[in-house]
Nanobody, 124 residues
């Protein structure tokens, strides 16, 4: 069984930065695609960013492209999300996800493993 644990969320002013981390335990996810999603109050969970194991394939939601950067340390089984230029509309619970297989997708249903989420709040 794979367990994912997010950390790094918090309260930040607009324009600020946060770095989220997702630590995976259990079987190694070194060859698996992983992703970040987020869910704002009253809204559906939405795609943020995804990448394959090597970083040769990366995709971002249009709303975060140019501001957020996804990366991973396969040796430490950890996924990261560097968030710069944060906006109030980025306020949400951020979830880490992993899928069986190497091809990254932006669809929620493609991912089998999920963390509990970490809250990010951006004040104006």
């Amino acid at each position: 069984q794979v367990y994912l644990a997010e950390s790094g969320g918090g309260l930040v002013q607009a324009g600020g930065s946060l770095r989220l981390a997702c630590a995976a335990s259990g079987p190694t996810l070194a060859k698996n695609a992983m992703a970040w999603f987020r869910q704002a109050p009253g809204k559906e969970r939405e795609f943020v960013a995804t990448m394959n194991w090597s970083g040769s394939t990366i995709d971002y939601a249009d709303s975060v492209r140019g501001r957020f950067t996804i990366s991973r340390d396969n040796a430490k089984n950890t996924l990261f999300l560097q968030m710069n230029g944060l906006k109030p509309e980025d306020t949400a619970v951020y979830y880490c996800a992993a899928k069986i297989g190497m091809v990254p997708y932006s669809e929620i249903e493609e991912y089998e493993y999920w963390g509990q989420g970490t809250q990010v709040t951006v004040s104006s």
